[in-house]
């Protein structure tokens, strides 16, 4: 498995488990670009995003064992695996998380939700954090938004959505893909852009009341408020 980083005990710092001490795993590599991505470390081999990362320096071969070992000195009960998007990783990740799960952590998953979760996977994974990139990304809806797999993380009834939201617009947007879904309101985030506090604070600003009007929750930033987006953290 091609891990790029371990890290904890800290903070989740987004979506329903804002504020909960938990250990990181990172995995490396990514099917998405996108323009404002805050851990481009672990995919942008071209330099696309601004500078060129070196897949060698960046990524280590980890096996789920040696991972467990690193998240057991933490002394944590929640383990959140992210990335990259874990999902391009898809049988080491469920393979990690089935192994963290028999040692009775909490297992949250985030993800771009564009692959569907397998059966295995959903048993083992406590909650997944499923986050679908609207243009402000970067990126075409038609290419990162697969309505299937939206779908099948919201029949798990282990899904929350969290959605990056610059404007009010944005947040027009997601009630739009919510409601074509069927996504309840109530498991969806609206979570400002940004990697400072200034950016987060101006976004929040301008999505907080339309969202709340929406019938939506709103998530921090709160690792950026506090270590204001400092890697490993
Ligand atoms: S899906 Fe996530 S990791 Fe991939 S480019 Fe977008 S923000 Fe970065």
Redesign the pocket.
Known sequence: MKVSEIFGPTIQGEGPSTGRRAGFVRLGR?D???RW?D?AY??DWSGRNGVRYDPVQELHDMGPDKVAEAVADMGVSLVVVT???PFVQLDELTDLASGLASEGYEVEVET?GRHAPPARLVLAVTTFNVSP?LPN?GQELSVTIRQEALRAFLATEKAYFKFVCCDAADVELTAGICGNLGIPASRVWVMPEGRSRVAVQGHLQAVAGPAIAKGFNISARLHVDIWGGRRGH
């Open positions: 990514c998405l670009a996108c991505c851990t672990t995919w990335g990259g998007e771009n990139k990304s």
